[in-house]
């Protein structure tokens, strides 16, 4: 699974890094000072590099709990953000993540306890409910069974019922999800293309019908459950494709009692575009008409577009379960 294991010298001896490599005695393990030596060094090549990476174990200092960018995602309180892990398994074209970073390798902060400690703080200080997302610098779900990411932060969650937790994820490892209780202010986000688009783009990533799968068992173990078709990239044909993902969606999901829906454009800062067409010079997608504004760029399309998407859209679900990600 990893081309090497880096461990920093701090979090050696923290008992999730001894569970860890005990898994994997078989991959070469090095030490490091800090993960920024290996993570942040120049002349790395980001499209190489995704071909084997490596796992760097870590300790994450600084704020751990962030306000959430505007837009982000549903109302329902104040929004936060935490990342436990850096990088993403899959490997979407259009992921702004390695336009980000230099390094393709995964970074996995292992203090848990001190993530467990701003969320608390933050809970505490936020006057009414509030709403955390994970899964903004990584798929959350993707590497549970080496993180454990749920198994330690739902108890947190659990307790804490004024909070609402959204894991946002591409990700059928579900099973740890299933072995416990539901929650009801737990999240579970599955993003999608169409079928056209994941084909194209979406390299590694499960198929949309074991995503379905996955969701539909998560739904009927009692989890609330999410869909986030994002980003919406035009085609000429995009409107039937979309048409044909919708209704293989719904037909076997309980519409009623989905969380939210919510829909999204391609769009990302300049620089980072800057830097992935350096890394896919000969990708089409990134060879169409582009507009800029506020310093993100994005692709264009018909002016309707999302439109046409949203009214395809409702034709399944109620206006009050949507929402567009700004």
Not at 102 to 115: G, H, K, Q
Not at 144 to 173: G, W, Y
Not at 222 to 248: C, D, K, V
Request: hydrophobic content about 40%; aromatic content about 12%.
């Amino acid at each position: 699974m990893f081309s090497a294991i880096y461990i920093e010298e701090e979090v050696k001896d923290h008992a999730r890094v001894k569970e860890i490599l005990a898994r994997f005695t078989g991959v070469p393990q090095i030490s490091c000072e800090r993960f920024g030596e290996i993570f942040n060094r120049k002349a790395q090549n980001f499209r190489l590099q995704k071909q084997a990476p490596a796992l760097i174990l870590a300790k994450k200092y600084g704020k751990l709990v962030l306000p959430a960018p505007a837009g982000y995602g549903f109302e329902g309180g104040a929004s936060f953000y935490f990342s436990h892990m850096m990088n993403c398994v899959y490997d979407c074209r259009y992921c702004f993540l390695q336009g980000m970073y230099r390094s393709a390798n995964y970074v996995l902060f292992v203090n848990y306890e001190d993530f467990e400690s701003a969320l608390l703080e933050s809970m505490h200080d936020s006057a009414g409910p509030s709403i955390y997302y994970s899964g903004y610098d990584c798929d959350s779900l993707a590497l549970e069974p080496v993180s454990t990411f749920c198994r330690c932060f739902l108890p947190l969650f659990e307790r804490n019922p004024q909070a609402t937790l959204e894991i946002r994820t591409k990700s059928t490892q579900v099973r740890s999800l299933l072995e416990v209780s539901p929650l009801k202010n737990c999240v579970i986000a599955m993003s999608f293309t169409c079928h056209e688009a994941s084909l194209q783009w979406e390299h590694r990533v499960p198929s949309i019908a074991k995503r379905i799968e996955a969701l539909q068992k998560l739904q009927k173990a009692g989890w609330p459950i999410a869909l986030r078709f994002e980003p919406l990239i035009y085609e000429p044909l995009a409107r039937q494709h979309y048409q044909r993902l919708f209704e293989e969606i719904f037909a076997v999901l309980d519409v009623a009692s989905i969380h939210s829906i919510s829909t999204g454009d391609f769009r990302m800062p300049i620089e980072f575009m800057k830097n992935i067409i350096r890394l896919y010079p000969d990708e089409a997608l990134f060879a169409r008409p582009m507009e800029m504004e506020d310093g993100m760029m994005s692709l264009s399309h018909q002016q309707d577009w999302p439109a046409q998407i949203e009214e395809l859209l409702m034709k399944y679900i109620s206006p009050e379960q949507y929402y567009r990600c700004a």
